[in-house]
């Protein structure tokens, strides 16, 4: 498995899937030796699917966070602060909401698509942070918008008073002095690609 992220510089993260659906055939046949003259059925079962492939998406699940992770911590020149702080449980909550995303999609957490933002003051303006690929193999068959907030009395509301006063600060000198603390809460905007339905929105929290 690989990600694809439109970061400068990031190497390409893998796993190897194939090794996996291996090892689980072995001890499928294991499990299931056949008698004699017959053909032991190596597939998986409905239950044995869903036991074996929900770790799986966990692992895939926790590489994605990994990756949204990163784009974050070299955000801090695209978001004009010198520091950015992510808050307890955010990324727990984003691989649970991904994982609920791609609950019923045909290839799973591997067919989507993510853009990463963040939200800037309070007009709602967002900051693409990066764009991630889960399996650039795939042609995805979702698109996932994670909008991040800042915390309330954060940076962005004290840069507004800023504003109102005068020239606004340069983006170097809100590098050197500001600290950009994201809040818990986040939003997941959820487009099936193969289907022309509704937009999905959920607010986490």
């Given at each position: 498995m690989s990600f694809?992220?439109?970061q400068k510089g990031r190497s390409s993260q893998r796993l190897s899937w194939s090794n996996l659906l291996q090892k689980l055939t072995e001890l499928k046949g294991l499990n299931q030796?056949?008698?004699a003259g017959s053909v032991a059925d190596l597939s998986l079962s409905e239950?044995?699917?869903s036991f074996f492939?929900?770790?799986?998406?966990?692992?895939l699940a926790a590489e994605v966070v990994g990756t949204i992770t990163q784009s974050l911590n070299n955000a801090s020149p695209i978001l004009c602060?010198?520091?950015l702080i992510l808050p307890d449980r955010l990324m727990y909550n984003i691989s649970r909401e991904l994982l609920h995303l791609a609950v019923n999609e045909p290839c799973g957490l591997r067919g989507a698509m993510i853009d990463l933002c963040v939200e800037r003051g309070d007009q709602g303006l967002l900051c693409t942070v990066d764009q991630i690929a889960v399996d650039a193999s795939l042609v995805p068959t979702f698109h996932v918008t994670l909008v991040l907030r800042p915390e309330s009395g954060g940076l962005w509301p004290r840069v507004k008073k800023l504003f109102k006063g005068g020239k606004p600060p340069s983006a170097m000198s809100l590098r050197r002095h500001k600290t950009l603390r994201l809040s818990r809460s986040f939003r997941a905007?959820?487009?099936k690609l193969y289907s022309s339905g509704e937009l999905l929105i959920e607010e986490c929290r």
């Open positions: 694809s992220s439109n030796r056949p008698s239950s044995d699917s492939c929900y770790p799986l998406e966990e692992t602060c010198s520091k905007i959820k487009r």
